[in-house]
């Protein structure tokens, strides 16, 4: 029948040829200019050398799949049992991974949580100077002058005059801040708003509202000063004239 038309007439591919490319062994892709010479028809094409058939090289668009291969199964089978052993390790690694993290950080909460409890055991101390301290013989005192030596350790100054002595509390009477004596004005003058005591005590100058305040004094068995600053004298109640707020010697 092909063999009675013009040969000059393109050709159309057969619907059956076509289905029957899709399903059968691969051949060159059809009409094309150098698969189909001029004036031959296709079913008179001699068989060519079938080349390997492609997505883009089959006619139609549809693509022929490749004759199943047992040793070919057996190679695709191999690397899926692989992926799923190489899996099954990965979850495996993860399981163990991220459950160590669980612990350490459990185990760190725990530990934080018991230091915490564990610090309320204790309670806050807060360490001061002893209220009662020896602050040395009184030969050791020259006369007429202010005695510094204990003022950072136990806050007061030991005054030496001609009749005894007498301890002041280093605490200005204003505001509670610390005087300093000033040997070449003969006077305590707070550093913090101004205030002056005289070598007595007294106050007079800035806006300190009274004296300073005088700490027990006394001689120890051994024969040293013994200070007490828990017991206070305040000049302004008359205190400075009791028994204890001054050592005669
Ligand atoms: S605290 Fe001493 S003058 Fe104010």
Known sequence: MADEKDPSTPKEPAAGAASAAAGATPTRPPDTAAAHPAGTAAGSTPPLPTPPMTAASAPGGVQAAPAPRSNAATGAAAPAAAKTAEADGVSRRGFLKWTTVGWVAFSAACTSGLVASTRFLFPNVLFEPPQSFKVGFPSEYTVGEVDTRWKD??????????DGFYALIAVCTHLGCSPNWLAAENKFKCPCHGSGFYKTGINFEGPAPRPLERA???LSDDGQILVDK??????EKGEWTKEESFLKV
């Open 153 to 162: 350790a136990y806050g007061v100054w030991i005054v030496r005059n001609s």
């Open 216 to 218: 027990r004094i006394v």
């Open 230 to 235: 828990s017991v206070k004298f305040q000049a």
